[in-house]
Every structure is written in structure tokens, then in C-alpha cells.
């Protein structure tokens, strides 16, 4: 879409260079396909090996771990330019490179990181996370999956996980578990666990109404024998997984701008062309007004994810302002693209066009990785210093 | 290989242009530049000829101001290995001019191979590479859309209007390239990343005397509004009839 405001101004070259090569690749090989995906209910695994050649997967992680090395802002376009295809794509990219290659890198033994790393940034090794559990969604800490420590150091888990995006591809799982039948969440540690490993289950979840173009699935581990160095080190107690969620929602707040960038694009050239009363629609105040708020809205979402971008590449940036950004940017591009589905009329709810299908999809968005009303409470504790919680 | 690549840099084809107010330019007020597209065909031929080959060098060259550094070092995300900026303040209209720097940078380079794209898709002049060629007294091979190289010699295969043709000719040589060439790759995020420590030099580009100027530029005059004869197959005669006597293309 036109850079209304220069902020195109305020991107390095390389930055742009990023993006320029992730645009081109979604236009040429995603949007092609995307629609139909959607319809079939597929994630298009096809996308796979161009997606690692290019290098999206754990791109601002470290060159010698086989990564790109870009910084954050870079990442956050990356994950702009994915979403304008779709949420399904953004999604499965923040899960192997945020939510997987993230904890392995932070909190990972030198030899898994060694050993995963180049796999997964090489797309040959797909992961998942699970934290969520069916009766623990908004409040993690509560999960009752456990890992109990053998006599020889080995482990054992058991439990379940709900709503984890690659899921039943995956290869690898980063699974939150706590330990040894202490139920605080101070006992909450990372495992590393190979899919394979007897007792591992993955099934699909079916009737999705809304990332369609994405696996979502359900994880279930009895007596899952894990060795001794399954476990990530470094990792310990809520703060851990919340840590690889502050890196997901950050590239979230980026991403949702994408697919709202695509629904703004799709509406102005219907308004552009679309004839009726002998004019085209976009001459009418009323989808004038449509068209403004959704360009002023993007504006700012644009603004405030590239301050947030700028703060942590600085080492500033605090989870609270992530928050911020993630609960503004994928509410403004909820209404971004429910506007632009009714511009488009009864065009608006054909597969054909994008918007319905990002409307629905970013119902998830507003939803997964920290709820909408979650992002509020977290900024009403920020602010007040009270906790809504407890 | 040792092998050249011209690129140039233009705006998007894609913009909807505006004649700037002195009358003999384009107003590049918001345009976004990228290389141009036959260059990228022409850059992507040599990384993968040198890749089929075994070791070899791949430079590329651009003629400009400093922004011209951009597509260059989209070149070097792409694997080129190193750059040359002939700097000057902008790109003269005269090929010549352009050529006779090329030619100046190119003489020593000791290039078994130097590529263009066929022409420029903003200037259209398809004029650089042969002229180049001339000047450096080197076989020329122009809109070429296959390659093979084998023992110091090349064979090229030209799409021509309905025809095709087949040249053969030795290295070194000049050779513009067409469609049917690989599309250029799309520069890796670790490639833009690696582009940064490669070497860019940059020259002052010893240009040839202007000759040719741009007096004026006008944007093509506004097509003016079709015309519905009719609905369904009761429309057709009358179609034809005007296709036949009025458009006269039938």
C-alpha cells in the first residue's frame, strides 16, 4: 500500500531490502495459493523450503546458529509481509522461529542449540509450543501437566496440551511442564521433546472457522520417557514461557498490520472500481469515511511497532509495551478488516477476495497469545500498580 | 568466470507518472526504485554460471548518484561478489556517454564475460550493451535467451519476431539478456546481511560526451471511451461491421 506517511523514511536500506525480497515471495508464491488453502482447510507445507532459503525461520537469531542475524525491526517486517498473505502463514513462522528456536536459543544447552538450531532455521525440523492446556488458557500458571525426575536424572511427563499451532507436523515440541509434584508455577520447567517419543500424541483439531490455513492440534503425553538433557537448562518457573510469548506477541503486533494492510489495499481498489449509482463507491462519503479510519489507523499501528521494534533492539523494550502494541495492532486490524469485507459488499464474503478471510482469521489473532481483555488487565496493573488477577 | 554484469537502477513500472515541471523529466516525487528487470535476468545468469563453473567472480557495475549503491548491493545480496559505482550526478539520456564509461571501467578488468540486460525498461534504448561492446571491440550478442558456455566459446539462442536464432562466437564478449534467461532469485535475508561486508568501490565514471538530450517528455494521450454496440448474440454482426469498416481490423 502507498506510504501515506514517509515511515518508509525512518527504515534502514536493509530493512527495506528485507522486506522488499519477503514481499515479493508472498505476492508470487503465497497469494497464488492462499485463497484456496483457506477453502481446503490446508496448511500449504509446499511454502516450506522457500520460506527456510529466503530465511524467515528464527531470523533475528544469531548467524552462527545458522540464522540471519537481523535485527528486530527487520523481523517485524518479515512477519508484516507473511501476514498480508495470511495469519495461517504468520502464525507458523512466529511458532518455529519465536516460540521454539526462541527458548532452545535462551534457555537451550549449548549442544541443543547446536543440534536444533541450523535444522529448524533450514525449515528440515518443524516444531511446536505447548503451554496452553484445555482448562488453562489465560492463566498458564495453573497447568497441570507434570514432569517427574527419575532416580536415573531421566524423565517422565504427563498431561495435555490444547490449541498448538504445527502441532501434528511438528518434529519437536517445546513442552511447559512442572516438576516433580510441586504445583506452583516456580516449578515450571521447558522440555525438548522429539514427537516421536512413545506415549507423544498429536490430533488435529477440526471445524476451525478461522485459520483455516493452519494446523491447529491437540497434544497428548502418557508417560512420555524423556533423557536427562531433554530438559532446557536455562529455563525456570512462568517466566520462561512468558518470555517466548513477549517474542511472539511482539512479531504478532507486526504481523496483524500485514493482513490489515492487504484488506485497506483490497478495499481501495474495489472503491476505486466498484460503479453503482453510475459512480465508483469510493466517491461516496461513507466508504470515504471507511477508507480514511482504516489508513489512519494502520498509520499509527505502523508507528507504534517500529518504536517498539527500535526499543528492543536498544534492549529497552518491557513486556508491558508489548502488550500495548499487540492489543491495539490486532484490534484495530480486526475492524480494519470487517470494514473492508463490507466496502467489498457481496463480493466481500467470497474466498476470492482476502478480507473475510482475514477478518476471520484475526478473530484468532485478538484471541491467541495473550486474549484482547488479558493485554487490557496486564496495562490496568501497569498503570495502577493493582493486579486484576488475584 | 570472471564475469561483468551493468545493471541499472529505475523506477517502479508499475507507478502511475507524472512529467515533473521543467517538462523533460519525471517527477520522482514518491517513486520506488528497484533494479531493472532484464538486469536482474542478466545477474542471476552470471551467479548461476559461475556456480555451474566452479569458481569464478561475479561483479556488477552501475553507472549513477550514490542510490544507484542500493541496487548494487541487492546485486551482492543476490551472491555477487563485489561492486562498482560509476559515480556521477545522474544518468546521462545518451547511451554513448554511458557506454564510453562502461567501456573505460571494463577495458583492465580482464572479464571473460559481461552481461546487460536487453534494455533499460524505464529508457527502453536497448543501446548500452552493444555500444559498450563496440567500443571494447568485442563480439556482441543481444536479447539473448539461452546461454551455453564451453571451452572459451558461446552459444546463444535469440528469440526473434516468429523465429529464433542460434550465434556462436568466443569469449570474451558482450551479451544483453532476454526473457527465457532465469528470473533473478529472491535476495536471502543472510544474503542482504552478507552484502554489507562485500566490497562496493566507487569510481568517478569517466563519461562520454552527451550528444543526445531529452527536449521534452508527454505522457501518451488519454484512450478515449469504449463504446457498447449492443448485448448477447444479436450484437455480433454489428460488431463485426464496425470491427471491419470503422477499427478496420478485420
Redesign the interface.
Known sequence: MQDFFDIDSALSEEERAVRASVRQFVDERILPIIGDCYVEGRFPNEIIPGLAELGVFGANLPEEYGCAGLNNVSYGLIMQELERGDSGIRSFASVQGALVMYPIFAFGSEEQKKHYLPKMAAGEIIGCFGLTEPDYGSNPSGMITMANEQADGSWVLNGAKMWITNGSQAKVAIVWAKTNGDKSDKSIRGFVVPTDTPGFTAKDQKGKLSLRASDTSELVFQDVHLPKDAILPKSGGIKSPLMCLTQARYGISWGVIGAAMACYEEALTYATSRVMFDKAIGGFQLQQQRLAVMLTEIVKAQLVSLHLGRLKDSGKLTPQQVSLAKRNNCDIATDVAREARRLLGANGILAEYASMRHMANLESVYTYEGTHDIHTLILGQAVTGLSAFN | MKIAVCIKRVPDMETRFKIAASGSSVDET?LKY?MSDFDGYAVETALQLNEKQGPGETVVISLGPDVVQ?QL??AL?MGADRAVQLKSDRVPADGLAIATALAAELKSGGYDLILFGRQAVDSANATVGPMTAELLDLPCATAVSSLEIANGRATARRELEGAAEVVEFSLPAIVSVDEGMPRAR????????AA?KKPLEVRPAQLGEERITIEKMELPPERAAGRIVGEGPAAVPELVRLLHTEAKVL
Do not use: A, C, Q, V
Open positions: 514518491g528497484d542500493e548491493r541487492k545480496s529472491y535476495p536471502s535475508l543472510k544474503g542482504i546481511m554489507k
